[in-house]
């Protein structure tokens, strides 16, 4: 099993009060690239610090490291446009970070960075490939794309208050300043990219649809925001199977409707819980607050741990090693 | 375990004659790239072709490679200046591949790729970590560098015959191009790369020392090439122990005298023999041939394998296997 982690950067994650992707808007732009060292060595190596929430709840990329420690997938961490250096080995895309959301054109290489991705994801190795993300903004910019595309699903957020009015506004000032109406990208999925969305979405439907289209086995693992890329890949006219794996914290989102969302899409959903309500630990207890929810793969690879008879015990064991290796002991 | 693979190009692998690494000159440009890829993935991604000497010798990264999949050893690829795309994996430097040893200053980056280098081995996780290289014409370049410093040591070659006069010749040119002597670097390690060097040698040295003051452990993992790497770093003034790990075709060839350069530069020397003799088989009867001999941190991972219990006859089996998952079944 390999994870693709697709990185990059939106300037759309500095409207106020829209992602918990960072303890502060400076350090939310490290937040992707700190994800990937953590998962790529268990600790940031050159980001400034633990990507956590304004509250202290650590970023997902903990607990993919965690599962990783447990099951040894590989790591292929695909650079779409980061904003600031990691010390992970990355594949780059030729991508830069997108404008705001409410630009004209945010995206201005979505079809570069989407035709690159494809190329990489087929000539890949067929072994089975989750693709996940990461990005602060990224459930914003996914719902600027569904909007463009005409999905009328909603999207989770990395807040246990999902700011929806706030996402609301800016995607329809988003939709104003690109001079298009919602539906008007409707089969044109490099379209409500470049004018909606973000570099992640590109690489990641360029990498999925590559991938399937070399026959690979691919699963979608994430949150919105891979329903997102699984609406650009149906409106890119992909027609294989898509599976999506994610966490139970999304699934029990008010503001979510994933069933609708898999029915919509054709979407085979596998929703695994961490079992982390109760927990004390700083590392796990935010997700039972509703933080963070899912990002770098989580629900892919809770999935893949299960499967291989990990028990989530174990996950969770592994997680609060992780956190003392990076965060010291006590919490 | 993580293997150090420092990655980029010099047009001093253009001089014809000087390098086995490629079939020809344009796939030599290549061979980084996909030496890279082939211990990543176990086959060219992006790369042209599988790398081979113009007699079809396959390069040892077939070889790491069959000994990771046995293994299981972390893989951090550092592009120091490659001149080709790879799809594996990377942490840049930043660095540009260099010019031809005999222009006047070949490495104009040698100082910003080791510091970059430097910060990156300080700042990794203190995992035990090997430093191998892959870069065609290296061995010159090598040459080139010990001459800077002063150092009379010898060097391999891809090649079944050395090329040693040439080296010589193409070694004295690039001298009197940059204006200086044998020995006027003495002391001057970033001098001798940038006149005389390549960004592999900047790159690994860089790391290594960076690492070392981290106080990782780090082994050299390799032939003449490493050699340069070592006597780069005591030029630099690093005291610290030195093993490095090389194969016995380096060790047994007659243009280099690894026990003199283990004892000038205080090394402790490891050299492993992957019993070879006898092999009719492509991936491994080149190496009998003396050619290949070492490159792609061979040395080290086989001395990993050795360590580990691994038998000889398990890794020449694996080499079969991925030989014929890149190359096709038969010889």
Chains 1, 2 share one sequence.
């Not at 633990?50 to 970023?59: A, D, E, N, R």
């Not at 570069?112 to 190795?125: C, T």
């Not at 996914?142 to 909603?154: K, M």
């Not at 919105?224 to 609406?231: C, I, N």
Request: proline letters at 8%; glycine letters at 14%.
């Amino acid at each position: 099993m390999r994870l693709a982690l697709v990185v990059g950067n939106t300037r759309t994650a500095e409207v106020e009060g829209i992602s918990a992707a960072g303890a502060s808007p400076e350090l939310a732009r490290h937040t992707p690239a700190a994800d990937a060292e953590l998962v790529a060595y268990g600790r940031p190596v050159r980001a400034p610090t633990v990507p956590t929430s304004p509250t202290g709840c650590p970023t997902p990329a903990l607990l993919t490291r965690a599962v990783r420690e447990l099951v040894g997938f590989d790591l292929l961490v695909v650079d779409a446009g980061l904003a600031a250096p990691t010390a992970a080995p990355t594949v780059g895309l030729g991508g830069a970070p997108a404008g705001d959301l409410r630009d004209a054109e945010p995206v201005v290489d979505a079809a570069a960075v989407f035709e690159s991705a494809w190329e990489l994801g087929a000539r890949l190795p067929g072994e089975p490939l989750l693709v996940g993300e990461s990005i602060p903004g990224g459930t914003t910019t996914a719902l600027g794309v569904l909007r463009a595309l005409g999905e009328q699903l909603g999207v989770s957020s990395s807040l246990p208050t999902n700011p929806l009015d706030l996402k609301r506004r800016v995607v329809r000032e988003g939709l104003a300043a690109s001079g298009i109406d919602e539906g008007d990208a409707a089969g044109s999925p490099l379209e409500a990219v470049r004018l909606m969305g973000d570099p992640v979405l590109a690489g990641a439907a360029g990498l999925a649809a590559g991938a399937l289209d070399a026959g690979t086995e691919v699963t979608l693992a994430g949150g919105t925001q891979l329903v997102a890329v699984a609406a650009l890949l149906r409106h890119a006219g992909v027609g294989d199977e898509l599976p999506l794996a994610t966490t139970r914290f999304v699934a029990d989102d008010p503001s979510t409707d994933l069933d609708a969302a898999a029915a919509d899409l054709g979407l085979d959903l596998t929703v695994t819980d961490p079992g982390f309500a109760g927990a004390d630990h700083p590392a796990l207890a935010g997700f039972d607050r509703g933080e963070a929810k899912e990002g770098v793969g989580l629900g892919g690879v809770l999935a893949l741990a299960a499967r291989e008879g990990v028990p989530m015990a174990a996950v969770r064991d592994r997680v609060e090693a992780v956190y003392a290796e990076v965060c010291g002991d006590g919490p």
